[in-house]
């Protein structure tokens, strides 16, 4: 697994590791100064200056996280087509953004199948600490989707229907109302996968 761009602290990658302690995690960045001072930090966590080329060519899950949050859309389709020969068959590439907490985020799940990288779903998430409504999220839209949440555009429909249904289901508690949401916007959308709620996951298949 590998933390692409972990930024001034190595904290997300040394969270993967934690949480996945039987694979082996990388963290990446490219400015060095970074990687020098992360290096102090997580001395247990293997960090490595430099951008993709630095991973292994076998990458179960690839982390990019507010690295595209720079870039023009162009420059976001160039990120993922550069993803695809570092992921095994079948493993992911998960590249989005987040607020500057990391309490709101929404990623693109690209999957390699065969030769294919597979644009499979947008996710959302939140820990409800901003409190919820759906339109939250327009803010953290990947780079390549954020001028895009205006009339007439899939994601515009999505986070239309999902805030009729925030309405009509709404409580004082944000995550009960993200998931009372997603459960009822499930029944009315077959794009929107609300098996991942219980993580205060919305998965989208776009
Ligand atoms: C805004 S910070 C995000 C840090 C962290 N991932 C987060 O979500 O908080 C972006 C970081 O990505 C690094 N970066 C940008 N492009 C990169 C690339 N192609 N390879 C490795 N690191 C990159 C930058 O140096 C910067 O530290």
């Given amino acids: 697994m590998v933390d692409v761009g972990f930024g001034v602290s190595a904290v997300t990658t040394a969270e993967l590791a934690a949480a996945f302690p039987s694979h082996e995690v990388l963290g990446l960045e ?3 100064a ?8 997580f001395p247990s966590l293997a960090l490595l200056a430099g951008g993709l080329e630095r991973a292994p060519r076998q990458a179960l899950v690839l982390r990019i996280a507010n690295v595209g949050r720079g870039l023009s859309k162009d420059g976001v389709a160039e990120l993922h087509a550069q993803v695809l020969p570092w992921l095994v068959d079948g493993g992911v590439c998960l ?9 709101v985020s929404t990623f693109w799940v690209l999957r390699r199948v065969g030769g294919s990288l597979l644009r ?3 996710v959302f998430h939140t820990d409800g600490a901003r409190g919820f409504s759906p339109w939250l999220f327009r803010d953290v839209l990947p780079r390549d989707l954020r001028r895009d949440a ?3 555009t899939p994601i515009f429909s999505l986070l239309t229907d ?9 409580s004082a508690d944000p995550l009960d109302s993200l998931r009372a949401s997603v459960a009822a916007l ?6 929107v996968d609300a ?4 993580y205060g996951f919305c998965r989208w298949r776009c």
């Fill in 34 to 41: 970074r990687v020098a001072a992360a290096s102090l930090e």
């Fill in 30 to 32: 490219q400015d060095a």
């Fill in 120 to 122: 499979e779903a947008l």
């Fill in 186 to 191: 499930a029944t009315t959308r077959a794009d």
């Fill in 195 to 198: 098996r991942f709620l219980e």
């Fill in 95 to 103: 590249e989005g953004s987040t607020d500057l907490e990391g309490h």
């Fill in 162 to 170: 999902w805030e009729t249904a925030w309405q009509a289901t709404r």
């Fill in 150 to 152: 205006r009339a007439g």
